[in-house]
Structure formats: structure tokens, C-alpha cells
């Protein structure tokens, strides 16, 4: 390379420096003014992204959307189910022995037993017949109030004769004196189905195995 290619290059490179420099000085006085203008263009976009974090509903001051609460669907309750324990016709009839001797309903209770239907008391004795039954409770219930809870152990059923035997607590308010004691022990109910579908009671035995006074 030969020395007029030399002193060539170094005017240019003397130049581009002299350019440079003023170049330098040029972006020193402007920056300011563009620190300036892109704060004032970011400032307003700050805010706007401050109230939106505040607020993921959306805008700064508004409040989101809130969505409706679902209704609980109506609940609709269970249909009363009949305790296995009472299925049979002998126990169903032991119960409304039960209801209808404690509310003291003596004709209703009387004709729950067969025409021939037969009790036999604690006593040992056999009473036969609708009469001498009606006869026998209406005596028991004038001068005592019964209330009585029968409680089945052991039902069976075979055609159109069943039985129901289980335990009972009854206790007994002498009316006169207003003096209470309760007796409990065992039970044999055994009915039978008549013309019609109906079942009443055939037989009917108890025992007594203790008596306390209240």
C-alpha cells in the first residue's frame, strides 16, 4: 500500500472521529427530552395496569362481574318406610292390641279377636268368646290405667295362620289412689285369616315375671 492510500485513510478515519464526537454530543442533550417522553407515555399505561391488578374484573373503579350462585336443587324427602320388624300380620296386630288397650278403646279392641277367639290372663284361667273378652277387659280397665309396650322377639307365618311371641312392660296407675307399678314378662299372639282377607287374633296367652312397685 503506498503512502498516498495511507494519509488518505487516516483523513477519513480523522473525519469519521470529528463526526462521531459531535454525534456523542448530540445524544447527551436529547436524552433528557426522550427519558421525558417515554415517561409520559408509560405513566398513564402504569396506572391503567395497577387498577386492573387491583381489580381482575377489569378496568381501574369497576367492580367484576359476580356470577349468580347456582340454587340448590329442592331435596325432596325420603317416603316413610314400615320397619322390617312389623311385616307381618300376627306383629301388626300385636301393636294395635297395644294402641287400642292403652287408649282404652274397648269395642275396637274387642273386635280384633275371632268370634271364638280365646285369652289366656296370668292367672291361668281360659276365657272364650267376644262377650266373655269384653267382659273380662272391661273389668281390668275400670280400675287401672294401662300403658303397655309390646316389643316382638320371634313372627312367623304359614297360609292363613300366623304367630307373633316377644316381651312386654306394662305400667299400671290403680284409678283410685293414683299408686303405679309395672309388671312385664312374655307374650303368644296366633291369628288367623278369615273371609275377606281380615286377620284376628285366635289365641292369646301371657306371662307375668315381675311385678315393681313405682
Not at 72 to 88: C, E, H, I, K, Y
Not at 121 to 127: A, H, I, M
Not at 139 to 149: C, F, Q, S, Y
Amino acid at each position: 500500500m503506498d503512502s498516498g492510500a495511507l494519509h488518505c485513510g487516516a483523513a477519513q478515519r480523522k473525519h469519521g472521529a470529528s463526526f462521531g464526537g459531535a454525534a456523542g454530543a448530540l445524544m447527551l442533550w436529547l436524552a433528557p427530552f426522550v427519558m421525558l417522553t417515554v415517561m409520559a407515555t408509560l405513566a398513564p399505561l402504569a396506572v391503567r395496569a395497577a387498577g386492573t391488578a387491583g381489580n381482575p374484573g377489569g378496568a381501574a373503579g369497576q367492580q367484576p362481574a359476580v356470577a349468580p350462585a347456582a340454587s340448590a336443587s329442592p331435596v325432596t324427602p325420603a317416603a316413610p318406610v314400615a320397619p322390617a320388624s312389623l311385616d307381618g300380620p300376627a306383629q301388626l296386630l300385636a301393636q294395635q292390641w297395644a294402641h287400642l288397650w292403652n287408649t282404652e278403646s274397648l269395642e275396637a279392641l274387642v273386635a280384633l279377636y275371632a268370634k271364638d277367639g280365646e285369652f289366656y290372663p296370668t292367672s291361668g284361667e281360659r276365657v272364650a268368646g267376644q262377650p266373655a273378652l269384653r267382659a273380662l277387659f272391661a273389668a281390668a280397665l275400670a280400675g287401672n290405667k294401662p300403658a303397655i309396650t309390646m316389643t316382638s322377639v320371634s313372627s312367623a307365618r304359614s297360609g292363613t295362620i300366623a304367630f307373633d311371641a316377644g316381651e312386654y312392660v306394662e305400667i299400671i296407675t290403680r284409678r283410685a289412689n293414683g299408686a303405679a307399678f309395672s309388671v312385664s314378662g312374655h307374650y303368644l299372639l296366633v291369628c288367623r285369616q278369615v273371609a275377606g282377607g281380615r286377620w284376628l287374633i285366635s289365641q292369646q296367652m301371657w306371662t307375668e315375671s315381675a311385678q315393681k312397685a313405682r
